[in-house]
């Protein structure tokens, strides 16, 4: 419990106490989208599994149904409807809590963000999926659109991404 604090970088090498694990699969994803995104000249868009980077508008779908145009950067979601597995007769997941070492217990079930990078938005969509109900005021805090979608299929968007919105909707 809590042996994340013991992991450390020293220049380029990351060193870990034995037995904790680490799984980068998600922030890698988004790294590639962006390098792929910068393999393209002029407008573009690259997506893989839910991570997405462009330049130029285009219209993205959202998970659980809707869409949004982004204009510029990363989109990105994180939740538990994916890589999860029942044990125990309990649902578990993949979106560690770093002070209990279990499965987080936020009240999301996804969380959808938008970045300059594809990177940046995955990062975030993380840490304000791990933060609860503190996400939507902690990715405001840093002007970054968010979407959160509640087990029961309700939606809560940040102030950031109403603003986003709007800025669109009055463009067009």
């Not at 013991?6 to 390098?35: C, F, M, S, Y």
């Amino acid at each position: 419990m809590g042996r994340w604090r013991a992991v450390r970088v020293t220049g380029r090498l990351l060193i870990r106490p034995v037995g904790v694990e680490l799984d980068l699969n998600g922030v890698v994803k988004g790294q590639t989208v962006d390098e792929a995104l910068d393999l393209l000249s002029g407008e573009g868009f690259v997506s893989a599994g839910g991570d997405y980077a462009g330049r130029g508008a285009f219209d993205v779908a959202l998970p659980r149904g809707g869409s949004v145009r982004v204009t510029r950067g990363g989109l990105a979601t994180s939740g538990t409807t994916t890589r999860r597995w029942l044990r125990a007769d309990s649902w578990k997941h993949h979106l560690i809590d770093p002070s209990t070492g279990e499965p987080s217990e936020s009240p999301w079930m996804e969380v959808t963000v938008s970045a300059a990078t594809c990177l940046q938005a995955d990062i975030a969509a993380k840490a304000a999926f791990l933060l609860g109900e503190a996400g939507p005021e902690w990715l405001d805090e840093r002007q970054l659109p968010g979407r959160f979608l509640h087990e029961d299929g309700g939606e809560l968007v940040n102030a950031s991404w109403q603003r986003a919105l709007s800025r669109e909707l009055a463009a067009a």
